[in-house]
């Protein structure tokens, strides 16, 4: 009986871990915005999240990180451009916007701010440049699911807005 006790508040205690990594190790995007490549685009080329960990959360591998990106065009799945996968339909990078301890692309501290940054664009022949999605346009939705190597994932809504005429860059 005390050893079937033993037992059951080591899994309990074990399970109650994996449950706290999986809510709290999640990525939280705190803001998002898209750029046009090039000065005649009519859409989105890039799109940067600004992200940092969660409250409460461990450190987090951006190089570990999948993201499923939904448009009206498809479904992509996207990994960050050191990795490597059989699956992927495009990659993403990263770049530090604050990041003390040089510690790129593992965020470690709740200061840390990164930028994971996807090339959606077009070439000059309108054909595009990544196998994943391609620019968003005006009135665009699109919706990522960034998902750590813990299995949290965090979900993020773009919305273009109905016109970009005169800009080069936007909040989504």
Known sequence: ??????????????????????????????????????????????????????????DIDLEKVTVQWVDDTGTYNIIHDSATSAGEDGTFTVSALKDDDGSSPVI?????????????????????????????????????????ASGTASTERLVVPESLSGTTATNL
């Open 108 to 148: 470690n501290n709740p200061d840390d701010r990164i930028d994971m940054v996807f090339d959606i664009g077009s070439d000059d022949n309108g054909d595009s440049i990544t196998a994943g999605p391609n620019a968003l346009q005006e009135g665009d939705v699109a919706t990522l699911h960034i998902t750590t």
């Open 1 to 58: 009986l005390i050893n079937t006790a033993g037992f059951l508040q080591s899994s309990a205690e074990q399970t109650g871990e994996e449950s706290s990594e999986q809510v709290t190790n999640r990525v939280q995007v705190l803001s998002a915005t898209g750029e046009k490549t090039s000065n005649d685009a009519t859409g989105l080329g890039q799109v940067a999240l600004t992200v940092t960990k969660a409250p409460g959360a461990d």
